[in-house]
């Protein structure tokens, strides 16, 4: 069992999802459930993001390529900022890994209490 607010999750899987389906053709998720962890993994085979744009990923309005032109599709970088954030809110983190040429893996990790404490 995990202790986060629905809307707020459903909205941070979601964020992180369509930027998946968006870059990549295949998107897994992962649920994964230990002792005081609860971890939530989204998979995508897209182009991959380099070492220098990692850091920044998840900061306000900064997208995928900022080379796109602006247009419908494109978004206004805010996705990734607000399901950090969302996550935050829930006691939980957003890590992301990725390589050039072989897709992203984004995760949020909430840490349970553990009971007594």
Do not use: C, Y
Request: glycine share 10%; net charge negative.
């Amino acid at each position: 069992m995990i202790v986060a607010r629905p809307d707020d999750l459903h909205r941070a899987i979601t964020n992180v999802v369509e930027n998946a389906a968006r870059f990549g053709a295949d998107v897994t998720i992962r649920l994964r459930i230990a002792a005081q962890t609860t971890t939530i993994e989204i998979e995508d085979d897209g182009p991959g993001i380099s070492d220098a744009r990692k850091d920044v990923m998840l900061e306000p309005f900064v997208r995928g390529d900022d080379a796109r032109t602006m247009d419908e599709s494109s978004g206004f970088g805010l996705g990734l900022s607000i399901t950090r954030r969302l996550a935050a809110l829930n006691g939980g983190t957003v890590e992301v890994e990725s390589e050039v040429g072989q897709g992203s893996s984004f995760w949020t990790v909430q840490r349970m209490p553990v009971p007594g404490s």
